[in-house]
Each structure stands twice: as C-alpha cells, then as structure tokens.
C-alpha cells in the first residue's frame, strides 16, 4: 500500500489506536478525515488539519449522511479504515448482562457492516481502494470478562473474510488490522504488557507499507493470540486470561 498518497476516512478515530494512525497516514502524506462522536475531540483534531466528520455507528441515518458529506468533500477517498467499537465487562451470570451484550453487537459489529455498506458502491465504482477492519487479538483468544467483545470481534473478522472474497475483481482490498492490548484508553493501568502505542503504530505503518499487503496486520506483540489454537497454547492461554475473571464485580472479594 502507498502511504504517501492516499485519502482515508478513519471512523472511529478520534482517540487512542485510531488518533495515531491517523496522525501517521498523515505523516506519510496522505490526506486524511476522520469521523467520531466526541464534538470535543473532532473540535481538537480540526485544529489539527485534520478533516472532521460527526458519525454514530449506530445509526444507519447518520451513517449515510456522514458518507454523504465525506464523499462531498473528499470525492476521491480511496481508504476507509472502520474501528468504532466498545470494550465493556459482562457478568453472564448476571441478566443485566444483556444490554451491555446488545450495545457491544450493535457498535463493534453491526456499526462495522453500516459503515462498510455505506461506502461500498463508492469504492467499487472507482475499481480500486481499501478497506480496513480492526479486530482484535481477543477475537482468536477470547477474554472471558468481555464475552461479547470477543464475540464481536471474532465476526468482524470472519465478516472481513467474506468482504474480500466477494470483492475480488472489483479492485477493492480488506486488510485486517488485528492490534494486541495498546497501552491507550487505560490498558496500560490494568495490563501491564500493554504494547506502547508508538511501538504499534509505526509497527503497523510498516506492515501497510509492505508489497503486497498483508491480508492481517500482526504485530508480533499479537502473534501468540492469533495462533494460540495452531500452536497448541489455546486452552492454557485461556485458563491464564479466566484469572482475569475477578474484574467482574460480583466476584471481587473471593
């Protein structure tokens, strides 16, 4: 992938992984929008020459305005890098459970599917662009105290699986970025192996820069979570990560 030339639209980038990548594919010479919830932090990326667009995954209306705008501005957006999501604790013993489950769903996957299908027919009108997903290490090693973040993220990348095979021959590639726990957002409190974020960036921009592009982008810090079962670690890996297990507040204590 050509770094240095692009038009990219990151959803969701308005913090953490998203807001560093942003800032990279910029560094790189690409010009690049990103669109967010946060009237704050789109404020704060403006002021820092970045393109800004209002978005709610969520809501399939604000969706398709949102393209509407982005492609307004940027007709020749080539790139579409698709990373709202939610990381939230579930006690499945619990029924409450269910609406953080739903909002989970609703963000980290369907928001995915909406923002995918919005810019869809743009990209393979042109016969060439990207899109990128971002999944997660959690989505091939699951982390029982976030039971539907890993569920979430196991779909989108078998969902990225069956975009790139019916978009062959249109032009159009999906590359699916898989980051390890980054030290952003507060993983750094709670996980004290937590990637720096720069490590991962410039780690990531390396891996988009090769020829050809690689289909998942695997920073060696998520390598052991993506082949956890072929290399026979799965069950132990997943027996280490239940300790974790006493997040949950109802068994805080025991």
Do not use: C
Not at 62 to 70: F, H, I, L, W
Not at 116 to 127: K, M, S, W
Not at 160 to 170: F, I, N, P, V, Y
Not at 194 to 202: G, M, Q
Request: proline letters at 6%; glycine letters at 10%.
């Amino acid at each position: 992938m050509d770094l240095s030339n692009r038009t990219v639209l990151i959803v969701g980038g308005t913090s953490g992984i998203g807001r560093e990548l942003a800032r990279r594919f910029a560094a790189a010479g690409s010009t690049v929008a990103i669109g967010g919830r946060s009237p704050q932090a789109l404020s704060e990326l403006a002021e820092e020459g970045f393109g800004t667009i209002g978005i709610d995954v969520t809501d399939g209306a604000s969706v398709e305005s949102s393209r509407d705008a982005v492609l307004a501005r940027y007709p020749e957006l080539d790139t579409v890098v698709t990373m709202s999501g939610v990381m939230l604790l579930e006690d499945l013993r619990e029924p409450a459970h269910f609406q953080a489950a739903a909002t989970t769903i609703d963000t980290n996957l369907l928001g995915t599917i909406r923002v995918i299908d919005a810019f869809t027919p743009h990209l393979v009108r042109r016969g060439a662009g990207t899109f990128i997903t971002v999944t997660s290490g959690i989505a091939f090693l699951p982390f029982p105290p976030m039971p539907s973040y890993a569920a979430s993220k196991a779909a989108v990348h078998a969902y990225s699986e069956a975009l790139r095979a019916q978009l062959d021959g249109t032009g159009v590639d999906v590359v699916e970025l898989v980051p390890p726990a980054v030290a952003t957002a507060g993983q750094e409190k709670v996980n004290p192996h937590a990637l720096p974020l720069d490590d991962f960036a410039t780690e990531v921009m390396n891996l988009l820069g090769t020829e050809p592009t690689p289909r998942e982008i695997l920073v060696k810090g998520v390598l052991m979570h993506r082949w956890a079962e072929r290399d026979g670690t799965y069950d132990e890996l997943v027996a280490q990560r239940s300790g974790a297990l006493t997040m949950l507040p109802s068994r805080q204590g025991r």
